[in-house]
């Protein structure tokens, strides 16, 4: 980010856009500070609170916030409590351009946070336990942190979307979704591929593809990247494992194992080896 021109940032733009040309002229942009939960920090002017609160270790919750992608503040997890302001303000999506005193943990931004995970948690089919994403779900983690310990507003018993299977990559559950809407920003933006949209207003939104058509049908690129900014199981990599033992075990095929050259490169280093280190010939035996 241009500390210098706040504006010229682009880092948070479409890959092929960064790094643009700005003409603002070079002038250094203000400081103000700020008191968040009784600390005062300086940032630069245009910087959001969710920023300023990360910088002095002040812990704010996101589902839709992300370091890769762009402001969306859809989600609402992140609303604060700023003094003199009449609602709650999305921390992720607020630039400080003056001084200001915020709350972060005060009883109206708990009890709110603790609504908006119950409403989300209304639409959200499926158990936990047999989640792939059981124990690294953004969603069950701020769940069991703000003492969600029942469905306030109920919860769905039977699944509301049919599960997409058609890729070879990526199982799509739209029952798991919470709007947050990283897919689409990372699709648009990082791969440049807009697979994704949010279709629908109110209660009615829903991320859907093309004419709401299967992932095998549509420009999918099986990149995963969606998969890996997911809050929720609602993305996640199709798990042919049952395929494969299915055809180790049987005695009539000979199975052969095959590697593409980023799995190479990048298993070394979950074995302590240097970023990049090729496994060429070492990994199969």
Not at 115 to 138: F, M, T
Not at 185 to 203: H, K, M, W
Request: glycine share 6%; net charge negative; proline share 6%.
């Amino acid at each position: 980010m241009d500390l210098k021109n706040p504006s010229c940032d682009t880092t948070r733009a479409p890959v092929s856009q960064q790094g643009g040309v700005c003409t603002l002229p070079d002038v250094e942009a203000p400081k103000v500070t700020i008191n968040i939960d009784g600390i005062d920090v300086e940032v630069t002017s245009g910087t959001t609170i969710l920023e300023a609160a990360n910088q002095i270790g002040v812990k704010i919750p996101t589902l839709c916030a992300h370091p890769d992608l762009a402001i969306a503040g859809v989600c609402r997890m992140c609303v604060v409590e700023v003094e003199g302001m009449r609602t709650l303000q999305a921390s992720c999506a607020y630039p400080i351009t003056a001084p200001m005193t915020v709350k972060t943990q005060s009883r109206r931004v708990r009890q709110a946070r603790r609504h908006i995970l119950d409403l989300l948690l209304r639409k959200h089919y499926g158990e936990c336990y047999a989640c792939v994403r059981n124990g690294v779900c953004e969603l069950q983690s701020l769940a069991e942190e703000y003492g969600v310990d029942y469905f306030r507003f109920g919860h769905p018993t039977e699944p509301i979307y049919e599960v997409d299977t058609s890729s070879y990559a990526v199982h799509r559950d739209m029952n798991k979704c919470v709007l947050c809407r990283r897919c689409v920003r990372t699709c648009v933006d990082l791969q440049e591929v807009g697979v994704y949209e949010a279709i629908g207003r109110s209660n009615q939104t829903k991320i859907e593809t093309f004419l709401d058509k299967p992932l095998a049908d549509v420009i999918c690129i099986n990149c995963g990247q969606c998969i890996n900014r997911c809050p929720t199981g609602a993305l996640r990599a199709n798990d042919p494992t049952d395929e494969i033992w299915a055809a180790i075990d049987d005695p009539t095929k000979h199975v052969v194992i095959q590697t593409a050259p980023s799995p190479r490169a990048g298993i070394g280093e979950c074995f302590g080896l240097e970023p990049g280190h090729a496994l060429t010939f070492e990994m199969n035996t």
